[in-house]
């Protein structure tokens, strides 16, 4: 066991992949020498030589383009896409092809590619910086989304991604990379040393997809989140007093629905909570797999907790950021219902 | 509208020679003699290749005569099976086109008069080279003599359409023979086959990549990816653009074809451009052999103009005259693909009137037989050809929870 922040927890997955499997590279802008701009592919390229880890043109579209050919070859390309705002270029790419091509050869031809992409805000990025497109995704048939909360997690959710014959849209809650932050802006960040999902095995294991993770079991009301959300969420139920149940869903698809109603049936409350705009954003979704599974066990409406619907403002980036004490209102709201 | 400055700006809309009504007018090309382009040696560096980027590379003269240092010196055989696959390929769009005015399908694109494309350039790369088509080169899959019956039963979404119901017709696919599943959107199958190009020198294989799309799609970004991503990491991939001169009803200066050549995109990347007579058998050989032998011989990509002339429509969907005069396609200087091979064979003693005559009949004979054993298996809208099951399948490797919930949802 070592100690790694979420960005050497996902460099570990990388290295862990590349030494097990010669199928498996990586590039991406400025991923290669510099090892990216996050420093997730550090050290690759001098470890496994240019031909595994190296930098692409500034064109997202031929670097998906190109991963789905080289999937299609029956290597397991891992994309790098700097930072998720810049993902467009690539998503015609990404949702006509990668997501079909299974489909559309009746599974003559497979894509076993991976996409990461750094995401979500609270770094001061502005609306290029910042976004939250996992619900532009989630939408799509032919496509797994996951989204890691801690270094533990995010190696061993990468490497279930890198082996799953699918292609996998990796999102990164960059605002817990170097720690779990958790929306608390008048208290020091803890350090991922602090936490024990900073303990990461050196070697080769898989968190399957598709499962959720309990992280703080309650029994007055379930809070579904993902990402940089859980520590907000975690937060809030520490802040409030509520006997809060948070999920941490890892993947939000295929969603694990078990978890999901398993607490919530339990609970009787739900609050959702994300960064991602709120109109139609993922948590749209959430709510009504709870109202479709869950409804008879309901004792109040369900609360969402979002991003505006508006652009990622950029001097009011911690009015626009769910933090502890929105997310406390929405509990207390679902509480009184 | 008020009255606009004499020095006001004006905004030039690209706008063709010809509409319909109008005689045909191709008087502003010109093109270089057969066998006056030199040929250069495979490891020529790109920047010395410029001026083919405005040239054209032509082998037959419209006597039959093979000319010039590109002359492939094809044996007889060759040329005489690359006419078969030609006039096969021919007689199935022509049976095609008529099934889907029958109703037994709901669209269909020829190749008509591109057929030296597409075949000449399966018999140039080898066999397991893997093709990234678009979709007018249905003369490749014949030409890998994938089964025509196959290729119906998929425009006829049959009980047996290797691709389950799930595309529209044309869109094949076939990975035993190199022949990547067609997609709908242009030009994303560009950037995808330089990526297999780079996984196969990547993992120091020996097969290369070919890639197809039209003059109109050149446009799209994914083909400018595809160029820098070939051009920078020396991908082994030939990238052709078909410039059949129509995209459905847009002539090709609307594509940006009006003031330069497709080939010469080529040069802004410092990749070899050669630009072809799209309707010569042998050139289109000649230049596919020489691209293939550079891309083997790990000197990277080479981009393709291959010049030629939609004879028909663009699909079962438009009707040319509409855009364009409708005698237009017999006028084009540099005729019919699969004239020029016919006469050629002829003038060097080895085909004849008769011969060709009989071909045609087999060809169509072939056609016709195929297509009656594949309208027994069924036609599009057959009740039961494919179970609701089987929509949900294929979606992913295994079914996930949601898809198996919808699969058992009560069908209405």
Redesign the interface.
Known sequence: MATMTMIQALNSALDTMMERDPKVLTYGEDVGYFGGVFKVTEHLQQKYGPRRCFDAPINECGIAATAIGMAVYGLRPVIEIQFADYMYPAYDQLVSEAARIRYRSANDYTVPMTVRMPYGGGIFGGQTHSQSPEALFTHVAGLKTVVPATPYDAKGLLISAIEDDDPVIFLEPKRVYNGPFDGRRDRPVQPWSKHPASEVPEGYYKIPLGKANIVREGNDVTILSYGTMVHVALAAAEDSGIDAEVLDLRTLLPVDIDAIVASVSKTGRCVIVHEATRTSGYGAELSALVQEHCFYHLEAPIQRVTGYDTPYPHALEWEYFPTPPRIIKAMRRVMEG | MSSRKSNALDLHIPAPRARPGDKPDFSGWSFPEPGDTPRPDVDTPAVELRDYAYGLIRVLDMEGNALGPWTPHLQPETLRRGLKYMLLTRAFDDRMYRAQRQGKTSFYMQSFGEEAISVAQALALNPDD?C?PSYRQQGILIARDYPLIEMMHQIYSNARD???G??LPV?Y???KDGF??I?G?LA?Q???????????A??GDLRI?STWLGEGSTAE??F???M??AA?YKAPVIINVVNNQWAISSFQGIAGGENTTFAARGVGYGMPPLRVDGNDFLAVYAVTQWAAERARSNMGPTLIEHFSYRAGPHSTSDDPARYRPAEEGRAWPLGDPVERLKTHLISIGEWSEEQHRVAQEEAVETVRATGREAEKVGVLGADGAHTRQSMF?????DV???LRQQSEEEAV
Do not use: C, I, L
């Open positions: 893997m990234f290797p691709m389950k799930r595309q869109m696919s076939s990975k990547f599943t997609s959107n994303t560009v950037p995808q086959a330089v990526g297999w190009a780079m996984a196969s990547y993992s990549a970004g994914d400018h990816a595809a820098t991503f920078v399948e294929d979606v992913y490797k996930p929870w949601h």
